[in-house]
């Protein structure tokens, strides 16, 4: 009955509604299955460039962060050295008490001493106390050749850093073997432990 109906119609009407039978379920087939899957293949190649780029981004501030690490750990280890040089307030106590047990123990007979603190430098302008301070000791002592440069070397071999400012050596007479000597010993004191923060 459906053939015969179609017979009827002309010829230009049978041909459009053989296009809208064929037309429309491939439009449909389209839409439903190809479209999604070129979409998908679109969306999946620029995932891809954009995985590849992210990829490139993170390679290379790895590589940034391992170099940042590794200038990191050589400041670490240049502060630890630094603070190494400098007594604690309680060392530099220490040091000044041993003076006169080094100069007994190297045969050296000390005449005076004198100790003298000096600013080095401030951490803060509205600070009274400086966080490093440079003591000294002024030591005259009578000793032989041998027995002072016993002493100078027992009074540098410290793990700190102690300097000899200043050294004046007279002969006593021209018999005796005695020299009179007077030595300016400068330690550097940490007094504000903030200063090697991480802060």
Known sequence: MIIESLAKLSKSIRIAIAVIVVILPAAACYSW???????????????????????????????????????????QQNLAQTKEKFFTPQEAQKFFREIETISNQTGCNIVSCEYVLKSRSEKRADKQNSAITSNNAIVAFVASYENVISFL????????????????????????????????????????KEIFSNE
Do not use: W
């Open 33 to 75: 299955v190809v479209l999604p899957h070129t979409r998908y293949l679109s969306v999946t190649e620029q995932y891809g460039s954009v995985a590849f780029d992210i990829a490139n981004k993170i390679r290379i501030i790895k590589g940034k962060t391992a170099l940042k690490r590794r200038k990191l750990e050589e400041l």
């Open 153 to 192: 070397a027992k009074m540098l071999d410290h793990p700190q850093k102690v300097s000899i400012d200043s050294l004046e050596i007279t002969m006593m007479n021209y018999d005796s073997k005695a020299l009179q000597c007077e030595a300016t010993f400068t330690i550097f004191v940490l007094n504000d």
